[in-house]
Structures are given as structure tokens and as C-alpha cells.
T-cell receptor
Framework: SQQGEEDPQALSIQEGENATMNCSYK?????LQWYRQNSGRGLVHLIL?????REKHSGRLRVTLDTSKKSSSLLITASRAADTASYFC??????????FGTGTRLTVIP | DGGITQSPKYLFRKEGQNVTLSCEQN?????MYWYRQDPGQGLRLIYY???????QKGDIAEGYSVSREKKESFPLTVTSAQKNPTAFYLC????????????FGSGTRLTVV
């Protein structure tokens, strides 16, 4: 399976703190994407980073990619209670299909 | 607004029955996907279609079937051969060939009773 893994599986922080989630994958990729899922809902695309990029920012989100280590991290700065959700990384390979990690459940305590 | 519509939101199936989950998109996307999500798990690819009248098996296609007769529609049938069908099913579509622009529907929760 090409499915990746997120670490940690669950993360609980206070509002205002930063949250860091990590993703490891197994095969060469074209790009890596991060998605957010609120409980029982569909996924929302957050950010995409291509294999030739090392870092990308979008608002309070910062994503890094290390292709030599086959890993990525998602940093959410100044977290809010509304950031409470599950976060998934997904890799895209030559077939252009998405393969998802197992997710990190983030809880931001007001 | 453009998007993906999945219906129904909740579906109950008796053992031995086939059920069909609907997925419709008005985004003019070529590629469409079906994923299955189990509690506390990531998403696993069931079937995908890159173009009308063509589809391919994903990682867990056994017990499922699909069709792609129209660009806008990619229905998934959960057959009686699927031994553990209770799960959350998500449909997605993709804008272009570069792997970017995946849009997801809001999902269908299927329960076997």
C-alpha cells in the first residue's frame, strides 16, 4: 500500500499555541497535499506542495517537504478552537491518484 | 455554486442487498474517485475514473462496482459481496492532470442493519 502515516495520531493543545503534524510516506511523489476533515464531513483541501518545493505558506499554515526523508510537516500557528478537526496528508504519484495517511486528530481547547 | 453532491447522506442496507450511492459534480472535472473511510482511519481508494466510459480498480474494489456513463456522474454500487460495507463513503473529483484540485463531496454514511 502507498498509504502514509501521520504522527501523532492525536494532539491536544491550548488555543493560541502552535500545532505541528508530521506525515511520512513510502514512494516517490509528484506532490503532497494536506486536507482537513470536520467530524462526519467531507474533506477540505488546505495546501499542496510539489516535489521540487521545500516549504509553502498559506495564511496560518506552513508546510514543509523533505523528499530525501519522505516526510512532510504541517504547522498551524496561533491555533483557534475552530481548527479542531482531523488532518490528513495525501500523496500523488505518477498515476495522479491520491493516497491518504491515517490522520491526526487535533483538539484545540478554548 | 459548483461542487460535488453525494446522496443520500445516510443509507441503511439489509444484509444481502445491493445499494447505490450517488455522486454528481458540476465542476466539469474529468477524473472522479470513490473512497471508503472507517472510524479513526484514513481514506482508501475503491474505484476511480479518469474519463467517461472508463474506470479502474483502486486498493479495495472487491464487492463494489461503478459506472461512468456521463462526465457529471460516478455512482457506486455496494454489492452483497462486500462483507463489511458499514463505512463512510466519500466521492471526489479532480480538475486537471497535475494531481491538484481535488474536491470532495460531503459523504454518505452506509450502515448495514
Amino acid at each position: 500500500s502507498q498509504q502514509g502515516e501521520e504522527d501523532p495520531q492525536a494532539l491536544s493543545i491550548q488555543e493560541g499555541e502552535n500545532a505541528t503534524m508530521n506525515c511520512s510516506y513510502k514512494t516517490s511523489i509528484n506532490n503532497l497535499q494536506w486536507y482537513r476533515q470536520n467530524s462526519g464531513r467531507g474533506l477540505v483541501h488546505l495546501i499542496l506542495i510539489r516535489s521540487n518545493e521545500r516549504e509553502k505558506h498559506s495564511g496560518r499554515l506552513r508546510v514543509t517537504l523533505d523528499t530525501s526523508k519522505k516526510s512532510s510537516s504541517l504547522l498551524i500557528t496561533a491555533s483557534r478552537a475552530a481548527d479542531t478537526a482531523s488532518y490528513f496528508c495525501a500523496t500523488v504519484t505518477g498515476a495522479n491518484n491520491l493516497f491518504f495517511g491515517t490522520g491526526t486528530r487535533l483538539t484545540v481547547i478554548p | 455554486d459548483g461542487g460535488i453532491t453525494q446522496s443520500p447522506k445516510y443509507l441503511f442496507r439489509k444484509e444481502g442487498q445491493n445499494v447505490t450511492l450517488s455522486c454528481e459534480q458540476n465542476l466539469n472535472h474529468d477524473a472522479m474517485y470513490w473512497y471508503r473511510q472507517d472510524p479513526g482511519q484514513g481514506l482508501r481508494l475503491i474505484y476511480y475514473s479518469q474519463i467517461v466510459n472508463d474506470f479502474q480498480k483502486g486498493d479495495i474494489a472487491e464487492g463494489y462496482s461503478v459506472s461512468r456513463e456521463k462526465k457529471e456522474s460516478f455512482p457506486l454500487t455496494v454489492t452483497s459481496a462486500q462483507k463489511n460495507p458499514t463505512a463512510f463513503y466519500l466521492c471526489a473529483s479532480r480538475a486537471d492532470r497535475s494531481g491538484s484540485g481535488y474536491t470532495f463531496g460531503s459523504g454518505t454514511r452506509l450502515t448495514v442493519v
